[in-house]
């Protein structure tokens, strides 16, 4: 689509299958399966819908799919596409990983940023994207390579600690201009330092939400997701994005519906929120 001066596409970094329940934490199951429907292991089909913003003088990426080094057993597991998923997808606007300036990265699960790095031809791990900065929250950056044992099953130290060897990590702190027309929104809430990132140009805007908001599934405020760190302010965020992306008219893109990429909003009695109008996969 495009927006104002910027021409944005949603990209896809891959489809996999999840355990259901854990997309829904506390909601019953007699609820979400009235909105999506499960497979005979009880998991969801999900996308990881990254973001493609080119903005005239730079090709900026917002998150990287699961990326290419998930083992045997993981790939079963998650019935995750084998290779580079990103690669073809941005082969399909005559771009090849080389090309991207600019990835964003919204917080650091394999989900997000396991196609921030890749294993070359001798067994090491490098960047996926060779001539890129790479922006990612200080605090989410000091969290994931801290190696907590509570948050061991959490943060992969391959999908990311190559970034910084490279020297092609920038840290940002809280709501800061990446770009002229992209912004980061310090979200928290699913993990400590998890961003929204906004981008505005000319009288348009839109939002990505990360896992503030996975699917469009996920719309009333309390529908959280098992992996949220901080449930409350998750839940205190969350109105907060959505109501900005309904009340300015903005699209909503969103990382993990397995239906559509991108959408717009308005605010809904029932269910907090509801899609007005949406975009396909193309
Ligand atoms: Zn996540």
Request: hydrophobic share 40%; charged share 20%; with cysteine.
């Amino acid at each position: 689509m495009q927006l104002g001066d910027f021409e944005l596409h949603t990209i896809s970094g891959g489809t996999y299958w999840i355990d259901g329940g854990s997309m829904f934490g506390v909601v019953p199951r007699t609820v979400w399966t009235r909105y999506i429907s499960v497979d005979d292991k009880d998991r969801i089909h999900q996308r990881t819908s990254c973001v493609l913003v080119r903005t005239g003088q730079k090709n900026v990426l917002i998150d990287t799919g699961y990326g290419s080094k998930m083992n045997e057993k993981e790939q079963k597991n998650f019935s995750s596409e084998p290779g580079e998923p990103l690669v073809p997808s941005l082969a399909a606007f005559g771009l090849t990983p080389a090309d991207i300036d600019v990835v964003v990265l919204s917080h650091l699960h394999f989900d997000h940023a396991g196609g921030a790095t890749k294993v070359d031809n001798a067994g090491r791990v490098i960047p996926a994207f060779p001539n890129a900065t790479y922006v990612v929250q200080r605090q989410e950056w000091a969290t994931a390579s801290a190696e907590f044992p509570e948050l061991r099953a959490a943060y992969s130290l391959p999908n990311f600690m190559s970034l910084k060897e490279a020297g092609q990590l920038r840290l940002i702190d809280g709501n800061v201009e990446i770009l002229p027309g992209i912004k980061a929104w310090l979200t928290g809430g699913h993990t400590e330092a998890h961003q929204a990132i906004v981008i505005e140009s000319g009288n348009q805007g839109a939002i990505y939400m990360g896992d503030v908001c996975p699917t469009f599934r996920h719309l009333p405020t309390l529908w959280c997701i098992a992996y949220d760190l901080e449930l409350l302010k998750l839940r205190r965020i969350k109105p907060e994005v959505l109501g900005t992306i309904a009340d300015r008219g903005w699209w909503a893109l969103c990382d993990h519906d397995p239906d559509h990429v991108a959408a717009k909003l308005r605010r809904d009695d029932k269910r907090d929120f509801a899609v007005t109008e949406t975009l396909p996969i193309l």
